[in-house]
């Protein structure tokens, strides 16, 4: 069975300040691991993805996040937050059925202080 | 560049009533989805669709929810007897292959009063 966790509801940094939201999969395969992001009133977005090729993921706006198999663990950084990263942010898992459904964590909402 | 669509954007309906929610996927994609969002919960899967027919499906789609593809384009989700729980952001997905990213529509918020 595929599950990830987010160790965190809620993370406030202040902007220019580097971001860390954390997430620790469990998967009975070599998964694919996926952020998405959703702003206020808007569709989920995808931010990055990982399928195995390289482990440090760069993704779109400055994101990227690291695949550790030992920690099974998939963290998303950014150097410098903006205020318009302010958003809920979810951490992924798909299936390895041919259908590839995806599991989604509990959310991390993401407040950036000006 | 394209994208998935869905209408409508929001509706309210009374409990007991039917609502259907639409769907329009990338044009090129074989594999859709539905996805639903409980308001402070996390996304949640419903059902997939492939090769029109149902490739899986979670406890939550039970015999009150149906999928259809219609014609070569929209791609809906029936509830057929609305209760109050089932008020959530309903989101779909389509995708091109089984490898390939989902990409999500902007959700349909389904109120039921």
């Known amino acids: 069975a595929q599950s990830v966790t987010q160790l965190d509801s809620h993370v406030s940094v202040s902007e220019g300040t580097p971001v860390l939201l954390r997430c620790n999969y469990s998967s009975s395969y070599s998964p694919s691991l996926f952020w998405y992001v959703q702003h206020p009133n808007k569709g989920l977005q995808l931010l990055l993805k990982y399928t195995s090729a390289a482990t440090l993921v760069k993704g779109i706006n400055g994101f990227e996040a690291e695949f550790k198999k030992s920690e099974t663990s998939f963290h998303l950084t950014k150097p410098s937050a903006h205020m318009s990263d302010a958003a809920e942010y979810f951490c992924?898992?798909?299936?390895?059925?041919?259908?590839?459904?995806?599991?989604f964590g509990t959310g991390t909402r993401l407040t950036v202080i000006p | 560049e394209p994208e998935v669509t869905q209408t409508p954007s929001h509706q309210v309906t009374q409990m007991g009533q039917e609502v259907i929610l639409r769907c329009v996927p990338i044009?090129?994609?074989?594999?859709f989805y539905w996805y639903r969002q409980i308001l402070g919960q996390k996304v949640e899967f419903l059902v997939s669709f492939y090769n029109n027919e149902i490739s899986e499906k979670s406890e939550i789609f039970d015999d009150q929810f149906s999928v259809e593809r219609p014609d070569g384009s929209n791609f809906t989700l029936k509830i057929r007897s609305t209760k109050l729980e089932d008020s959530a952001m309903y989101f779909c997905a389509s995708r091109q292959t089984s490898h390939e990213t989902q990409y999500f529509g902007p959700g349909t918020r389904l109120l039921v009063l």
């Open positions: 992924v898992v798909s299936d390895q059925t041919g259908a590839n459904n995806l599991f």
């Open positions: 044009s090129n994609h074989l594999y």
